[in-house]
């Protein structure tokens, strides 16, 4: 989890190659609604998320009743929003990359192809909060090498 251009996409591809479980991006749930939302600038709502985050969760059930981890990359930037994916799910360990907003546009201005526009990086950065000690969320600094960032979590989720 974390905002767009955190390198969700780039580390839990990496997990889920290295651990050899499914993976999926949150951004392929996205109804077209959404995605031509953000691909004119404008920011979506909860009332936007909340049927996405729905998908998620039911995408994330499937893989727990067939026996099969998996990853799944999401924002999840509101607690609630982690709330929804993880409640009654002890196994689902989420991950935030968390970074400063400076190098993350920098990410962002060099990225291309991708719907989410840099200037709505500030948005999320708004929107966003930040895991409470509670949430038993595993932090991680953006700014380390997606190999590390991997071991990391494989280490995290195989102790």
Known sequence: MGV???????VGRLL?????????DADHFHPAANIAKMTAGIPLTDADRTPWLHTIAAWIDERRADGRPAVVTCSALKRSYRTLLTGDRPEVLPVFLDGD???????????SGHFFRPGMLDGQFRVLERPAPDEHVLVLPVDAPADELVALVTAAVRP
């Open 101 to 111: 907003s400076a190098l993350i546009a920098l990410r962002m201005a060099r990225r």
């Open 16 to 24: 889920a190659e290295r651990l050899g479980w499914d993976f999926a």
């Open 4 to 10: 767009a251009g955190s390198g969700k996409t780039t």
